[in-house]
């Protein structure tokens, strides 16, 4: 993982923490990044098991493990 994705990841635990989900919209309020790097994130940390995911499209929640 990159500098940047674990920064990511700890501003992902954090909002998990206050919401009980994620979703790319918040994430991208919360970091300012762009969607695309955002969803590109929030993929690669399902493919590597450590978030799971509800839903499809826009309308994905995003859980811990």
Excluded: C, H, P, W
């Excluded at 929030?42 to 978030?51: A, D, G, H, Q, Y």
């Amino acid at each position: 993982m990159s500098d940047k994705e674990k920064i990511f990841y700890r501003l992902f635990v954090q909002a998990f923490e206050e919401n009980g989900f994620v979703t790319a919209k918040k994430m991208e309020e919360m970091t300012g990044m762009a969607e695309s790097t955002i969803r590109r994130y929030l993929n690669k940390l399902r493919v590597m098991e450590v978030i799971s995911s509800d839903g499809k499209n826009r309308g994905t929640k995003y859980y811990l493990k």
